[in-house]
């Protein structure tokens, strides 16, 4: 495409997923000065035939917490080195991949971490990507700084925030979070990021057995009142360093029999196909919940989800054992044509399912940290 061109099209076809984006350059202030053209005329499928919808980008990998499950202290101490500032991407490379990304079928972004507010002015980044056309851009962070965030981040164009949370209880929460954050602070950010217009919120709660279950009704009781949506998350075998041990994992069938004894569930249809947390609705029409089962009942036969690490690495799966290197190839000169087709190689080579063949035998293998790659 020519460079001086001043206007942005883009067409993108609601229920087809053919696409064509065009960016032009100069029509965004923001965004990268980068002209491209991607004309997309079949959908990008992996080999298991998933097309590639959503994309979690993780924005860095420090985190203000050490929750015990994702970052435990023994690992992520005051000797454990992270990621060098020119070794994550830059909000330029980032809006620069997404738009590629965009051309071939992602219509959402979920910004993750580590913690993603912890990463200086995000909500820059949040700016230049809500100029793409037509994308579903959203956030999860622990909540920590969200009070004083929410405003700029809303304005700068972010959709919703979920928001995780495992307990009420301060002394639960503090053993969990191991920062000695305060449940209050959580549940402020929260609000106000509802006042601000980025609900509706999604709370997510991870249940690890003997630490939290005690947890699951005051969460489910609590979280109806004030209407917002609270998801359960089974404790998951990411990385290494949390000591996984299936005995942990609380599964949802038993977190929803825990809450309808108490307050009768039952189940919603998906709002759409790959959802990955399964719907329940309070039989008395005060609000719904939502289990994420990875764990008892793998969803990898819908998946569409790609990740891209704060380093620049695409991986195809959560449980991925290698990423593919993009940073390079941004600080190489490469075209966006190139980029492009090696997004292509990689998505179409994809046969990822780890939690379909999840074993004994499967748990030691090397994985990337969650900090690494987002939720
Ligand atoms: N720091 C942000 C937060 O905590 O919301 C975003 C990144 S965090 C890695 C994303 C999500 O992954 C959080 O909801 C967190 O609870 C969840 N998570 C982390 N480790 C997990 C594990 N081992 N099993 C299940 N969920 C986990
Ligand atoms: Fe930080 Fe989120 Fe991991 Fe907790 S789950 S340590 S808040 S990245
Ligand atoms: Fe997707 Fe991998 Fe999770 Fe399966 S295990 S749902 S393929 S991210």
Redesign the pocket.
């Given at each position: 495409m020519a460079d001086d061109s001043t206007a942005e099209e883009s067409s993108q076809m609601a229920d087809s997923f053919a696409k064509v984006v065009i960016i032009r350059r100069g029509s965004h202030a923001s965004l990268p000065k980068v002209s491209l053209l991607l004309t997309l005329d079949m959908t990008l499928n992996d080999t298991l035939n998933h097309p590639l919808r959503d994309l979690r980008i993780s924005v860095t990998d420090r985190c203000n917490f050490r929750c015990v499950y994702c970052m435990p202290k023994e690992i992520f101490g005051p000797d454990y080195v992270y990621l060098h500032r020119d070794q994550i991407l830059t909000f330029e490379e980032i809006t620069r991949l997404a738009l590629i990304f965009v051309g071939h079928g992602v219509q959402k972004i979920r910004l993750t971490g580590g913690e993603p507010l912890v990463r200086k002015d995000v909500h820059l980044l949040i700016k230049m990507l809500s100029e793409i056309p037509g994308l579903d851009l959203t956030l999860t962070t622990n909540g920590a700084l969200l009070a004083r965030q929410a405003q700029a981040l809303k304005d700068a164009g972010l959709k919703r925030v979920s928001v995780s949370l495992d307990s009420l209880d301060n002394s639960i929460f503090k053993s969990m979070n191991d920062a000695d954050f305060p449940v209050e602070k959580v549940i402020e950010g929260m609000d106000a990021a509802a006042r601000v217009g980025l609900g509706p919120i999604k709370v997510n709660m991870v249940v690890k057995r003997g630490v939290n279950e005690s947890s699951i009704l005051p969460m489910a009781r609590f979280f109806r009142e004030k209407g917002y949506i609270l998801r359960f998350i089974e404790y998951m075998d990411v990385g290494h360093t949390n000591g996984w041990r299936l005995d942990d994992v609380v599964s949802s069938k038993e977190i929803i029999k825990t809450i309808s004894a108490e307050l009768p569930l039952e189940p919603v249809d998906p709002n759409y196909r790959g959802e990955?947390a399964e719907r329940w609705k309070y039989k008395d029409g005060s609000g719904e919940i939502g289990v994420i089962s990875?764990v008892t009942q793998?969803?990898?036969r819908d998946?569409n989800?790609a990740r891209l690490s704060a380093e620049g690495k695409l991986y195809?799966?959560?449980?991925?054992i290698k990423g593919h290197d993009f940073k390079s190839l941004l600080r190489s000169g490469t075209s966006n044509d190139e980029i492009s087709e090696t997004i292509a190689r990689i998505w179409s080579k994809r046969a990822?399912?780890?939690?379909?063949i999840r074993s004994e035998n499967t748990i030691a293998l090397p994985k990337v940290e969650m900090s690494h790659i987002g939720g």
């Open positions: 990955v990875s793998a969803f990898c998946c989800r195809t799966c959560l449980f991925a990822d399912r780890y939690s379909e």
